[in-house]
């Protein structure tokens, strides 16, 4: 089975500032990983994925998240946050063969403040 | 093209009342799924619709939830009884089709109902 963890439940930065969430997941076979944003009171939306290919992959506002086979990361990065990315991120794997079933970490609510 | 619709958006019951939330997905997508999202925690799956067959319940508590979707169209998710630990965010999401092997379609989300069971 997969699981995924997010230490951060809450990272507060300023405006401006770079940004690191965190994602680390363990499987015992090869992963998609994904990572989804939730703005409030809206459903989950697709902010970037990785299948194959590059390790490095970009959202288009911005976002961009490295997999790590090695370390079992996916973390997301941000050089400099707007006030609009306040939300919540939730990191996602699922398994990349036969009936897939995704499985969400706990999330990490990113507040950016003035 | 429209997104995923679920009603109502928030519902308030009593435990042990009944509840029932509706999703329509997507038009022409065949799979659909409902999640619940406990407060402080990730969506986890309850179940898994290929167009009117069920793919995947096994995180769905049958002795009190039940979700149908007979016409492999919009679906029905109903609690009967609610408890207090039953408050939470159900989400729908579809997708064009399941995906076996090595394929990949994109689960698209609904705003969810959140429901309060006091």
């Known amino acids: 089975a997969q699981s995924v963890t997010q230490l951060d439940s809450q990272v507060p930065v300023f405006e401006e500032a770079p940004v690191e969430l965190r994602c680390n997941y363990s499987?015992?076979?090869?992963?998609?990983l994904f990572w989804y944003v939730q703005y409030p009171n809206q459903g989950l939306q697709l902010l970037l994925k990785y299948l194959s290919g590059s390790t490095l992959v970009k959202s288009i506002n911005g976002f961009e998240a490295e997999f790590n086979k090695s370390q079992t990361s996916f973390h997301l990065r941000k050089p400099s946050v707007h006030i609009s990315d306040t939300a919540e991120y939730f990191c996602?794997?699922?398994?990349?063969?036969?009936?897939?079933?995704?499985?969400f970490g706990t999330g990490t609510r990113l507040l950016v403040s003035p | 093209e429209a997104g995923v619709a679920q009603s109502p958006r928030y519902k308030i019951i009593e435990k042990r009342q009944s509840v029932a939330f509706w999703c329509n997905p997507i038009?022409?997508?065949?799979?659909l799924y409902w999640y619940q999202q406990i407060l402080g925690q990730g969506p986890k799956l309850l179940i898994q619709f290929q167009n009117n067959g069920v793919v995947d319940d096994s995180q769905l508590p049958k002795d009190r939830f039940s979700a149908e979707r007979l016409k492999g169209v919009d679906s029905t998710l109903k609690i009967q009884p609610a408890k207090l630990e039953d408050s939470a965010v159900y989400l729908c999401?579809?997708?064009?089709?399941?995906?076996?092997?090595?394929?990949?379609?994109?689960?698209?989300f609904g705003p969810g109902t959140r429901l309060t069971v006091l």
């Open positions: 499987s015992s076979v090869s992963v998609y």
């Open positions: 996602a794997v699922k398994r990349n063969t036969g009936f897939q079933k995704l499985v």
């Open positions: 999401a579809s997708s064009p089709s399941i995906a076996g092997g090595r394929a990949y379609n994109e689960q698209f």
């Open positions: 038009s022409g997508h065949a799979t």
